[in-house]
């Protein structure tokens, strides 16, 4: 098959996917006006998308919304750095070293159990409200998933490859640059990508129930007034935000890595071992 043929398919089923994707979309968004407008559910359970888009214009006019996006982005940012890191650089020590493997899984496992939201609590008596509290949150959430993954795609690259490349007299460095963590990132992007979901929500479980600002907290207020539109819009605000963000960051990176390799196939079925 030639390049252009290729390429052709490859757009195609590009363009296939984000017309499943719009359809989607469109049939929720059908269902939800069919809900407000001819089965008439109360605005007060479900408000109709007009009254969520006027909420959303409303908060977002006033400077408040882009006010808690900013502060909300930079807690996601430090938390979920944070913990993506650590979860990377332990994950791969755990999977290189068997010593280190047995020091950490252990209390890593029973760790994972009570990951998240669980540690708000405690958190609020440690750190009080401030961005320690929902830095250490997101942290929790996010460090559990991605070591596991960074872990168990370093243990699944083949041994032969490393030797081959120690063959050639490679060090460690080189091995490792080459052979290791190319092989384990698929691994490590899958755990990323959970992780950022995590990330999102333990950031607003931890504005709802302690933080003065952000995204979270807005919904918590909107709650307290009653005010079902701006729950919505606010909701919806941070399935964007999410989608967004996995987009830039994951997404991104496996384009030019994993997928240009042809380690892993997107979603366009570019790709593929």
């Given amino acids: 098959m030639s390049t252009t043929t290729l390429v052709n398919v490859s757009s195609a089923v590009r363009r296939s996917a984000w017309t499943k994707t719009a359809a989607s979309l469109l049939i929720m968004l059908g ?19 007009a009254a969520v888009t006027s909420a959303w214009w ?20 430090l938390g979920g750095g944070a913990g993506i890191a650590t979860g990377i650089v332990l994950g791969v020590l755990a999977g290189l070293s068997g010593a280190v493997r047995v020091s950490l899984e252990p209390l890593v496992n029973a760790m994972s159990g009570i990951a998240g939201i669980a540690w708000i609590p ?12 929902s830095t250490f949150v997101i942290w929790n959430g996010v460090f559990f998933v991605v070591f596991a993954n960074a872990a168990l795609g370093v243990s699944r690259v083949q ?22 963590l190319p092989g384990a ?6 755990g990323v990508r959970v992780g950022l979901s995590f990330a999102w929500r333990a950031l607003i479980a931890a504005e709802l129930l302690g933080a003065p600002q952000g995204l979270g907290q807005w919904i918590n207020r909107a709650a307290l007034n009653q005010r079902s539109d701006q729950i919505l819009a606010g909701c919806i605000t941070v399935a964007v ?3 967004f963000l996995e987009r ?15 380690t892993i196939t997107d979603a366009s079925g570019r790709g593929g071992r």
């Fill in 31 to 49: 269902l939800w006006i069919l809900a407000t407008t001819v089965l008439g559910v109360p605005a007060f359970t479900l408000p109709s998308p």
């Fill in 58 to 77: 409303e908060a977002a006019s006033g400077g408040g919304l882009f006010s808690d996006i900013l502060v909300s982005a930079t807690r996601l940012l």
């Fill in 122 to 133: 405690l958190a609020l008596a440690w750190f009080g409200t401030g961005l320690a509290m």
């Fill in 159 to 180: 041994p032969s490859l490393a030797q081959s490349v120690r063959t050639m007299g490679g060090g460690r460095w080189e091995v490792l640059r080459t052979v290791i």
């Fill in 185 to 190: 990132l698929p691994d490590i992007l899958t």
């Fill in 241 to 243: 935000l999410g989608v």
């Fill in 248 to 262: 830039v960051t994951v997404s991104l990176i496996a384009k030019h890595t994993v997928v240009k390799w042809g």
